[in-house]
């Protein structure tokens, strides 16, 4: 079965950072491009960011521009997303999901099981 | 940026009932418009793409409709595990991509 399992979500304090981890189970990961979705405590869902098959296309949301680098190494099977400068309002659960095609805009096909980033003093 | 307006927000009814859920684009997206569903304390899970494609392993009973700013999201006879949460994204115009607000579907 294919999955991708999260990692890294964490408490942290404002203006710190954290990286968050998404490994595949699959060889189509090398093939697709990744996003990150994100869920704020009781709210709906928001695109954060993407990156293509290969890593050198990458899009972001303008709330997290300039503070998070999403990134992928295929011979880990892989994505991160690295945030800094963290604010109260990024805190929310992290998805990371797989597109349908090798570039970086679709729809969400399959995704990981979330992780919960809290930022508070 | 286009924006997704879902209604209503919250839908009651009852098994074996028809739900009908509303998406509307504030700019034409042709079709390129998907439907996910949501469980409490669950990732989301793609049941509809280009408006009208279902994911595979999603039943028939889910069906998708529309183009350009109205799009409709059917589900024929509601089963006890079809009340959740459903989004709604849109992939014509980006970045962003974007999200319609969720439309809770729970029992009557």
């Known amino acids: 079965e294919v999955q991708l399992l999260q990692s890294g979500g964490d408490l942290v304090q404002p203006g710190g950072s954290l990286r968050l981890s998404c490994a595949a189970s699959?060889?189509?990961?090398?093939?697709?491009?990744m996003f990150w979705v994100r869920q704020a405590p009781g709210k709906g869902l928001e695109w954060v960011s993407s990156?293509?098959?290969?890593?050198?296309?990458?899009y972001y949301a303008d709330p997290v521009k300039g503070r998070f680098t999403i990134s992928r190494d295929n011979s880990k099977e892989t994505l991160y997303l690295q945030m800094d400068s963290l604010r109260v309002e990024d805190t929310a659960v992290y998805f990371c999901?797989?597109?349908?095609?090798?570039?970086?805009?679709?729809?969400?096909?399959?995704w990981g099981q979330g992780t919960l980033v809290t930022v508070s003093s | 940026e286009i924006v997704l307006t879902q209604s209503p927000a919250t839908l009651s009814l009852s098994p074996g009932e028809r739900a009908t859920l509303s998406c509307r684009a504030s700019?034409?997206?042709?079709?390129?418009l998907a439907w996910y569903q949501q469980k409490p304390g669950q990732a989301p899970r793609l049941l509809l793409y280009?408006?009208?494609n279902r994911a595979p392993g999603i039943p028939a009973r889910f069906r998708g409709s529309g183009s350009g700013t109205d799009f409709t999201l059917t589900i024929s006879s509601l089963e006890p595990e079809d009340f959740a949460v459903y989004f709604c994204?849109?992939?014509?115009?980006?970045?962003?991509?974007?999200f319609g607000g969720g439309t809770k579907v729970e029992i009557k």
């Open positions: 999901a797989r597109g349908p095609w090798s570039d970086a805009g679709g729809w969400f096909e399959l």
């Open positions: 699959e060889v189509t990961y090398t093939s697709r491009a």
């Open positions: 990156i293509n098959y290969d890593g050198s296309d990458t």
């Open positions: 700019h034409s997206v042709s079709t390129f």
């Open positions: 280009d408006a009208s």
């Open positions: 994204q849109q992939r014509y115009n980006w970045p962003p991509l974007t």
